[in-house]
């Protein structure tokens, strides 16, 4: 694809001449916007961008480990994990409101992100993933009745770093960050997933969040994700995830009466995440991702499916 290695190798040589011998650094989250700027950066600057990545517990199975095999060990990153799990659950005990959740795991990102930056020597540049469409979202926002929930990945940077801001993904549109991700050699199983929210499964844990829930949350999503794709449905729909609720009901295990929580499996299709419907899969695929779920998630005894679309119900359950 000719423009696309245009683009690199612009972007590349740009990079460069922006940077010199200065240090970057650039907060991995493991999506896609702020992977393929990482590897970009990487490629015209090599050791000097230094990413920083923060567990906050509330990510999908595994991602961390993840994250740290295909860009630490495959791409040679110098990335710095955080293990912020414990902080996380600690500042969001005992609350249950979903905006009062966002801000707490927005604002604690950030203080856990600064800490970082303050601790690194000689740092000139904070790198972004940001794509055009975040900054015309976050130019379109005109006051507070316009936010329905607020995005938070959108954020400040302490000014007392004094950083310049090195944002080589800003013209792109999401298609053509995919398109950069592939040419740079990003797995495509990364470069296609689904969108991950900026809070992580603690809006997906429906009332107050805890290590416990997050567990059983992520081995459900993890069991529906893998049915997807083995069947060949995870890339005909646009966003597919499990909730859990804070409802325990009644079942039967054997011979024994169990009394668990309830899982939900949410599936959307849309085009620009305004509108959306519910996939219609085949029943017997429901099916069976419910009896897996049931059957191997300890903690989980009834799964149900979301039938509502977008409007009036959002995609996500907080
Ligand atoms: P809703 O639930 O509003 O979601 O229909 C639309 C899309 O936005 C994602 N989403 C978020 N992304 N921070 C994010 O970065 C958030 O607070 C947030 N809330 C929702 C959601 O996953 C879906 O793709």
């Not at 695929?285 to 679309?309: A, C, H, P, Q, W």
């Amino acid at each position: 694809n000719w423009e696309i290695s245009d683009f690199i190798e612009t972007e590349v040589r740009k990079i460069r001449e922006i940077v010199g011998n200065k240090k970057v650094m650039l907060g991995l989250s493991g999506g896609v916007d702020s992977s393929v700027a990482a590897v970009l950066i990487q490629k015209a600057i090599g050791n000097q961008l230094t990413c920083i990545f923060v567990d906050t517990g509330l990510l999908r199975k595994d991602e961390g480990d993840k994250v740290m095999k295909v860009y630490g060990e495959h791409f040679h990153m110098n990335i710095k994990r955080v293990n912020a799990e414990e902080r996380f659950f600690f500042k969001l005990k005992g609350v249950n409101e979903p905006e009062r959740k966002r801000k707490i795991i927005g604002n604690e990102f950030i203080r856990v992100f600064e800490e970082e930056a303050f601790k690194m020597e000689d740092i000139d540049f904070l790198a972004q993933g940001t794509i055009y469409p975040d900054i015309i979202e976050s130019k379109s926002v005109k006051g507070p009745s316009a936010v329905i929930k607020s995005h938070h990945n959108v954020g400040g940077l302490p000014d007392e770093l004094n950083l310049q801001l090195l944002e080589p993904l800003r013209e792109l549109f999401k298609d053509e960050v995919r398109k950069v991700g592939i040419e740079l050699g990003i797995p495509k199983e990364l470069v296609y997933r689904h969108p991950f929210p900026g809070p992580g499964l603690g809006i997906r844990v429906v009332g107050e969040v805890d290590e416990e829930k997050v567990k059983i949350l992520q081995q459900a999503d993890e069991i529906f994700i893998e049915e997807l794709i083995k069947h060949g449905l995870y890339d005909k729909v646009s966003q597919a995830f499990v909730v859990l609720l804070p409802v325990k009901s009644v079942g039967v295990m054997g011979d024994e009466r169990t009394y668990e929580y309830t899982a939900v499996i949410r599936s959307a299709n849309t085009v620009d995440f305004m509108t959306a419907t519910w996939s219609k899969f085949p029943y017997e695929f429901l099916e069976l991702v419910s009896n897996r779920i049931i059957n191997e998630v300890k903690g989980i005894n009834r799964v149900t499916y979301d039938i509502s679309s977008k409007p009036p119900a959002t995609i996500e359950w907080e």
